[in-house]
């Protein structure tokens, strides 16, 4: 880091430091099995939010599920995506908590969070702006624009996330 | 039994090649897990229908109809990107244990997805009793989670 410069990004680094001299950080990045179990555990439950996340997209692109309205869609997949969604943040916050330094200086990691953020905006926008006139569109045979753009979004951001989760094991450059 | 298969395999132009590369190899696997997620998803889909707790809205073979195409598609990226990886790497997945495990189960798996899953779901709530629904559903997803635990497992142990 140089002179003068970032010190709150400084203060960060020291901070993780800090954290993962704590013997629970340490006791989570020794474990033998502890450390499979978890991985294992954050691709199934990625599989349960992505794979049901990426079937609903689908549906408000346009070009999957078709027969099914969109609406019988996210109520009935929503409470299992939502599973997912807590089992892989939970393993992957204990992930990072056991090598938070190693996480903190790798691009695809960064990458990964950016996108994760952009995805979860995107979902809220979508449910706050053209979902509240699903029922004008939902029988329609076209989407209109904003559920198809959402629905676009979606599939990138989560593809996006899918890939750059996969590429941190390989770290090719690390940012300092 | 196999393994001059596989050292003939690991050999091949195109093997040596994704070997040599830095990228080739993680792109490949990138791809193989955004295929497995469409792949869950299209599996999912059914599965939770013929468990009673997924999009109960609509019947269990209209279900299938529409999910079948992204599972024979995300199963196609699948099984290219998986043989390219072994291509590169066969000496590493013939010791895995962990690998021929996966193989077994995948096999295993799409056989009864192709035969017994598939009647089930085209018959529907109407000729199948609600029990055969159910385990039809539980095995076909206790059968995929074991193929993802396995695999996930040959890249670490």
Known sequence: MPEGGGTLLTSLAGWLEWVEAFPSSAAVRESLNGYPALLSLHVISMCLFGGLVLMMDLRLVGIGNRGTPFRQLQRRLFPWQMVGMVISTITGLILVYGQPTRFSTNIFFLLKMVMILLASVNALAFHFSTYLSIDKWERSPVMPFGAKSAGVLSVVLWVGVIVTGRLIAYNWFEVR | ?157
């Open chain 2, 1 to 157: 039994m196999l393994k001059p298969f596989f050292d003939w395999f690991q050999e091949l132009p195109f093997s040596v090649m994704f070997r040599q590369s830095t990228w080739l190899f993680p792109m490949f696997d990138a791809v193989h897990l955004v295929a497995l997620a469409i792949f869950a998803g299209a599996v999912l889909l059914v599965d939770l229908r013929l468990l009673g707790v997924g999009v109960k809205d609509r019947p269990i073979a209209a279900i299938f109809r529409d999910a079948q195409p992204w599972f024979i598609g995300s199963s196609a990226v699948l099984f290219v990107t998986g043989v390219s990886m072994l291509m590169g790497n066969g000496e590493k997945y013939y010791y895995s244990e962990f690998f021929w495990q996966k193989m077994i189960a995948v096999v295993i798996a799409f056989t009864l997805t192709f035969t017994l899953r598939r009647r089930v779901a085209l018959a529907g709530e109407g000729r199948v009793r609600p029990i055969w629904l159910r385990a039809t559903g539980l095995t076909s997803i206790g059968l995929w989670a074991f193929v993802v635990i396995w695999a996930r497992l040959i890249g670490l142990v």
